[in-house]
């Protein structure tokens, strides 16, 4: 069986965000190598982790069995472990075993970042959040990652409102459950531009949003068609309205 690499960096607008990248398999033959990482991070007075699972293959109910393990610890000190970067057959099992109830997941890391310094009330637009660029700029063979969600963009005075917005006006008596699938989301967005696409999902299938039934790939799909792809993306839009 085949073993794992691991990273340990420092990121965050206070560079105190634990980013953990894995690759490989987590079993029970590797999961012990996991564990002992992260109990070092913690005696060291780390509690909050981001961990990186683009690269990895395979998840072991044993190796989800550690993240479980230490949120309650984590929360306990304001703390919190984020997953990121799910391969598509990882996420699966994910969500199959509802580990979705306990773990937050991101598509990227900037939004779990994002997270964590927007709930402490830090600046999350400032460019190359926490130097998370700098980090994957500076290793070889790294995953390519989008920056777009780094950028600021600010409406011009008397420029055109978003189309959702001439659209939210004329339709103001529309039920919410018989507005368009785009119109629901944006309006999710900006009642809460930092839920992650797995809460998006759950909303939108509620009895307020007419139990729309999306796929998790197709909804952050169409999040990323509206430029919604991103926390960072969202919370500009919140910004903008």
């Known amino acids: 069986m085949e073993g794992i690499d691991k990273s340990i960096h420092k990121i965050g607008v206070l560079k105190d965000i634990t980013l953990l990248r894995v690759s490989g398999y987590i079993d029970t033959t590797t999961s012990p190598e996991l564990q002992k990482v992260i109990a070092e991070e913690i005696n060291n007075g780390s509690n909050q982790f981001i961990i990186d699972l683009g690269g990895v293959h395979y998840v072991s109910s044993a190796g989800w069995g550690i993240f479980v393990g230490e949120i309650r610890g984590l929360r306990e000190k304001g703390g919190d472990l984020k997953i990121a970067q799910m391969t598509p057959d990882v996420f699966e099992v994910f969500e199959m075993l509802e580990f979705n109830r306990i773990l937050t997941c991101y598509d990227a890391i900037e939004e779990a970042i994002d997270d964590f310094d927007f709930c402490r ?109 991103t926390k960072a993306k969202r919370y500009r839009y919140y910004r903008s309205r």
Do not use: C
């Open 121 to 229: 009330g830090l600046q999350i637009n400032s460019p190359r959040n926490g130097s998370l660029a700098d980090i994957l700029e500076n290793e070889t063979n790294v995953r390519k990652f989008e920056h777009d969600s780094a950028t600021p963009r600010r409406m011009e005075k008397g420029s055109a409102a978003p189309k959702s917005t001439s659209f939210a006006k004329r339709k103001q008596n529309i039920d919410v459950a018989d507005l368009p699938v785009t119109e629901k989301i944006k309006k999710i967005v900006v009642e809460n531009p930092m839920l992650n696409i797995w809460s998006i999902k759950k909303i939108l299938y509620s009895e307020r949003f007419g139990f729309t039934k999306i796929g998790f790939f197709k909804l952050r799909t169409n999040l990323k068609k509206m430029g919604l792809d």
